[in-house]
């Protein structure tokens, strides 16, 4: 790769992060309302965005083999108990997710 070419990119990598980070400034300034749909975006995503992550986290399981899921399914429970004990998204991930390591590592 040439100097010339690294520029580019490295033009266009701060240019898409400028861009990113202002634009909602630009589209919504703060003395309009925002609008209906926006807010309605900002109510459903973390939930479908988690449920998208829990079904791409089980999708390669083989259920049938023998001892497989086990950690899986145990981990996927503390994900449950959490968010419905604290109703934190990133505790019950973070739990989630620690829990099936020491699963993982350690037990199975």
Known sequence: MTGMERLIIIGMVLLG???T???PFLVFPTGKPVPPYIRYLGRVLPGAVFGML???????IQWLQ???GLPELLSLGVVLGLQSWRRQMLLSIAGGTACHMLLVQYIF
């Open 66 to 68: 023998s001892g497989h």
């Open 17 to 19: 992060t400028l861009l």
């Open 21 to 23: 980070r202002f634009l």
């Open 54 to 60: 829990v079904i791409y986290c089980l999708k390669d």
